[in-house]
């Protein structure tokens, strides 16, 4: 699902060959709620994704561009993956809770948009998300919490390299339910080995 014109194609955070990621911006509004509202069927218990304009204006109030204007004081970012070649979005990564001092820890929370499940973008996505997420907003540990039954999940993280650490009961209402989660993390040093390895 192509968005406007290239002309207003955003600045891109980070890039390879076939993907791009940018925060989330205003004007992508009708292109953002066309795509949540295609894959609800996708996301179902998972995630609740803003199917409004208004849910949209609070996503980008809150994860957008302003919020990553200074990006060692940040405390959320919010990162569109799309596609190179005609800016269909691809998919969702947003870093949450960030907290720094000792810590510089953030949670990592996503969504894919239909088509593209299950393409092999999102994993390409989540490398450039997290590459942003050590480099620029210089965490140290990026935690995940994935429920139970959401089998595409698991392998996404763990082809990444998170590593399982627990799990939580009840962790988070969605959908109007409490829902258990396993929760993998990722820390920074893991992150430039496996760098290393892969080059």
Same mark, same amino acid.
């Given at each position: 699902m192509p968005t406007s014109p290239r002309r207003s194609a955003p600045t891109a955070l980070r890039r390879n060959s076939h993907l791009y990621i940018s925060p989330p911006r205003l004007r992508d509004a009708d292109t953002f709620i066309a795509a949540a509202r295609t894959s609800r +069927?996708?996301?179902?218990?998972?995630? #609740?994704?803003?199917?409004? +304009?208004?849910?949209?204006? %609070?996503?980008?109030?809150?994860?957008?561009?302003?919020?990553?204007?200074?990006?060692?004081?940040?405390?959320?970012?919010?990162i569109l993956v799309r596609s190179a070649g005609d800016d269909a979005l691809i998919g969702v990564f947003n870093f949450s809770e960030i907290v720094r001092g000792a810590f510089q820890s953030a949670y990592l929370g996503y969504y894919a948009f239909m088509p593209h499940a299950g393409s092999g973008r999102m994993a390409r996505g989540?490398?450039?998300?997290? %590459?942003?997420?050590?480099?620029?907003? +210089?965490?140290?540990?990026? /935690?995940?919490?994935?429920?139970?039954?959401?089998?595409?999940?698991?392998?996404?993280?763990? +082809?990444a390299g998170f590593v #399982? /650490?627990?799990?939580?009961?009840?962790?988070? #209402?969605?959908?109007? #339910?409490?829902r258990d989660h396993v929760r993998y993390a990722l820390l920074a040093e893991d992150w430039r080995a496996q760098r290393q390895k892969s080059r």
């Open positions: +069927k996708l996301h179902g218990a998972w995630v #609740r994704a803003p199917q409004t +304009k208004a849910a949209y204006r %609070e996503y980008v109030a809150r994860f957008g561009a302003r919020s990553q204007l200074h990006p060692l004081r940040a405390t959320r970012a919010g989540l490398a450039l998300a997290l %590459e942003y997420g050590f480099r620029i907003l +210089k965490l140290h540990r990026v /935690e995940v919490n994935v429920q139970p039954r959401n089998t595409r999940s698991h392998a996404l993280v763990l +082809k #399982r /650490e627990g799990f939580s009961r009840r962790y988070l #209402r969605i959908g109007g #339910r409490w």
